[in-house]
């Protein structure tokens, strides 16, 4: 009675100590240290009260310190080591539900589950091997004293099984309780994951994962957030890529040219959200309708910026450059500047209809001859030409050639090599032959119509391929302009 008196005591004490002691020593630190100085706390305590209830009882009852003390501080030692665990764990999961600001980037240093867990394990075993031994040491000594009397023997040893079955049994409930508290924060800790997993799922990127712990949830959660940051990232780019696509389709022609005796349709389909093929149509003077039809090499960011800067020059300079071929001039003079280190380069053909005079004008700059053809004599042309590329020869020269006349009906193709170099899931071209099938299919048709003719055949023949590279084509149809006879070359 005296010595259970002592002990509860002693516990008072500790609770009395407890509450300064962890308002000044474990709630202070930073939250990754509160855990394990929270183990510490109980651990202490539990020594100081051991150590008084020794000291109390060896001078008040004259308590054998060497026999039953240690059998006493042992017991108090693992007892604070069960409560210790279980209050580190109460410190973590409270920590775990406090934090709502998630930390990007994964703990610095990882303290393991599995080293903790085994840990723990181990020392729960060698502690309870410990008080089980203590005990059974002790009771074997008292079963060898009691003598042989049968009665007297049958009463201890069911009083020993009793003590054994009892102290397993709290031992036991100790360690179920610690598997529960465990279990408790591993649900926490998982929740938090699925939680924000389960948003991220449903494309909603504003939520993080709180970084608790520094094991291994710590760094699943850490990496967890690098990996929403990238998804937000990307989603910006998408964004900005679309706008940049919205732009860019801004700055291409928005209807076509109507002049008398010309029907005209073009268009870009880009593989990327941007792309470096660009086609434009200018009106001049004197009935004059110019087609540009040019290709940056490359595809993506890069060659739209490059088509964006030759769409300025052109702008720019064929409103102060009578001469064609001095404008692309002056132009490639610019490209190869900016580009000298770079390698880039921007293909062109510059096609120049005069109605007034009926004459064919063209400049190739690298870029494939346009294609005419002639549904009266169903024979196809090539307006083909010499001419480098933009951008590669700061003191290059464009030729310009020509060509008298037209005849009724014709159609004239300019185009980029996306759709003639098209490929199907089998790796087979397109081909230029495809192509003129096509033009000669739908000749009468009129030129939106040629266009989507073209389109469609090219998608088709793709199938489930993707799409390589950019795609730009433009369809001029001559038509008979009212009172005025077409003159053949």
Known sequence: ??????????????????????????????????????????????????????IFNKIVFYFPVVKSGSALFTGFLTLSFFIGIDMALA????????????????????????????????????????????????????LRDLGQEPEVLRTAQRAVVIEVL???????????????SYSKNLKLLFANETRVL????RGDLSTLVPVATKDEFGFIAGHT?????????????????????????????????????????????YCDETGGDYYDYFILPGERLVTVVADASDHGVGAALDMTTVRAFLKYGIRHQ?????????????LSRDSADTGRFTTLFLLDVDLARERLAWIRAGQDPALVYDPGTDRFEELDGRGIALGLDEDARFETSRRKGWPPGAVVLVATDGLHETRDDTDQLFGRERVREILRAH??????????????????????????????????KFEERPGEPTRDA
């Open 225 to 269: 957030n690098h990996m929403i940051e990238g998804l937000r990232h990307r989603m910006q780019l998408v964004s900005s890529l679309k706008l940049a696509e919205e732009v860019q389709q801004k700055l291409l022609p928005q209807e076509a040219p109507r002049l008398p005796g010309l029907d005209v349709a073009g268009t870009s389909v």
């Open 1 to 54: 009675m005296y010595l259970g008196a002592s002990i509860l005591g002693a516990f008072f004490l500790a609770g009395l100590a407890r509450g300064p002691l962890e308002g000044r020593w474990v709630t202070s630190a930073v939250a990754e240290h509160q855990p394990r100085r929270q183990f510490f706390l109980e651990l202490g305590l539990a020594v100081s009260g051991a150590v008084f209830v020794v």
């Open 91 to 142: 410190r973590e999961r409270a920590l775990i539900l406090k934090s709502k600001t998630a930390k990007g980037a994964p703990p610095e240093r990882l303290y393991s589950v599995t080293k903790r867990f085994s840990l723990v394990a181990i020392t729960s075993v060698l502690t309870t091997a410990m008080v089980l031994g203590m005990v059974l040491s002790k009771d074997l000594g008292w």
């Open 166 to 180: 009892f102290i397993m049994a709290v031992l036991l409930a100790l360690l179920v309780n610690l598997i529960i």
């Open 198 to 201: 389960q948003r991220v799922s």
């Open 322 to 334: 009578a001469v064609l071929a001095e404008l692309l001039a002056q132009v490639n003079r610019f």
């Open 443 to 476: 000749a009468a048709e009129p030129a939106s119509r040629i266009l989507e003719a073209l389109i469609a055949a090219g998608e088709t023949f793709r199938g489930a391929a993707p799409q390589e590279d950019d795609l730009t084509l433009v369809v001029i």
